[in-house]
């Protein structure tokens, strides 16, 4: 089953989560196609590298230039840690989301804007370090000065009265049941 918008909607994914459903499955598999045509292209050369030369004599080992399983092999070296940097880059980045995601929740931010606030936050400046965002009070104090519309009020305080209502109260309530029963009696009669 494909992963469109229209099966994303029938399982109850809210529309703007559903948007950034499919970005991030879109920017899976563009990477995914990268790779396959990258690792195509160096089949190819594999390919192209095993095929008989006519009255070619053995390389020799030791000779630089002259190996091409050497060269190769020391590209696909290259290859993969160029390749293991950027998964290495990519988790901090997500690992350093996440922690600032906790962070504007621990400031107040309204769960239904974290995501908002995630895009267009520059987290470039953020570093974490042994598992937790360096400088958090003060990166808190910012959230709360900087998205204080995104900070839902729960406490509500009524209006200071200057001038209570003046009205005298009335009568007081009768403190025993005779003191009661005898005015009640005494206004009908």
Known sequence: MALTRKFLKAMGVEDEKAEEIISAHVETVNSLKGERDDLQEQLEAAKQAQKPKAKQADPKPNEPGENPYKE????????????????????????????????????????????????????????????????????????KSDWADFIPVTETKGASVAKPPAGGGGKAAPKTLRDALHERYEQKG
């Not at 998964?87 to 929740?105: D, F, I, P, S, T």
């Open 72 to 143: 190769q092999l020391e590209a696909e070296k290259k290859a993969f840690e160029k390749y293991k940097a950027q998964v290495e880059a990519e988790k901090a980045e997500e690992q350093k989301r996440g922690l600032y995601r906790k962070l504007l929740a621990e400031a107040g931010i309204d769960s239904k804007r974290i995501d908002s606030v995630l895009k267009v936050s520059d987290l470039s400046k953020v570093t974490v370090k042994d598992g937790a965002i360096e400088g958090a009070e003060d990166l808190v104090n910012g959230i």
